[in-house]
């Protein structure tokens, strides 16, 4: 049982570029996350997906953009890529909202953009 | 703005010794809390939930609630050093949707 599959692991992308970010559960979850872990802050979300088919903001959505491909994908693009994204960006998963019961998280994507 | 405030630490502790680790949230619509453990380098993964003013607890851990207080801690009994790590605490509610505000963590370092 994977889990939570996200790609790449790391990766590194110069100013203006683009880049997707892959995110798979084998959970049967209905919810999905994209969060970023900044040091010293916690973890912000930007995009979550309560459902297939759904999508809504999160506290810092600005310059990115998600789409819930089906129950177990979703995925995280970042068009025109920032120094101020250079983060640690995290998918997570749940059966249910995650202010009510345990989030699955991948295993990271460690992102710089120079 | 709703916030989850920890101390960053380092808290040392010695093995076998009890760590307590402490957060305050300044929402008081939040209703659930939870405490997650992230080893340097890897995800977060869930300790504990609490719900419930009081205590709760499982196995070495104990998760405390005061919502009078907006108050959560996280003890940890007989301390090994495999509990080094970064200690995130979390609480949602109804004001924000069910979504998590999480506070920067506490990195808990228990010494041998």
């Known amino acids: 049982n994977a889990g939570v599959t996200q790609t790449p692991k790391f990766q590194v992308l110069k100013t203006g570029q683009s880049m997707t970010l892959q995110c798979a559960q084998d959970m049967n979850h209905n919810s999905m996350y994209w969060y970023r872990q900044d040091p010293g802050m916690g973890l912000r979300l930007i995009y979550y997906?309560?459902?297939?088919?759904?999508?809504d903001k999160g506290e810092v959505p600005n310059g990115y953009n998600v789409s819930r491909l089906n129950k177990r994908e979703f995925s995280l693009r970042l068009e025109s890529a920032a120094p101020s994204q250079t983060s640690v960006y995290f998918c997570a998963s749940s059966y249910n909202t995650p202010g009510k019961e345990k989030l699955f998280f991948g295993s990271g994507t460690q992102l710089s953009v120079l | 703005q709703k916030e989850v405030e920890q101390n960053s630490g380092p808290l040392s502790v010695p093995e076998g010794a009890i760590a307590s680790l402490n957060c305050t949230y300044s929402?008081?619509?939040?209703?659930?809390f939870f405490w997650y453990r992230q080893y340097s380098g890897k995800s977060p993964e869930l300790i504990m939930f609490i719900y419930s003013n009081g205590d709760k607890e499982d196995g070495r851990f104990t998760a405390q609630l005061n919502k009078a207080s907006q108050y959560v801690s996280l003890l940890i009994r007989d301390s090994q050093p495999s509990d080094s790590a970064t200690y995130l605490c979390?609480?949602?509610?109804?004001?924000?949707?069910?979504?998590?505000?999480w506070g920067a963590g506490t990195k808990l370092i228990i010494k041998p």
């Open positions: 929402d008081r619509g939040s209703q659930s």
């Open positions: 997906s309560a459902s297939e088919g759904t999508t």
């Open positions: 979390a609480g949602g509610g109804i004001s924000s949707n069910y979504q998590l505000i």
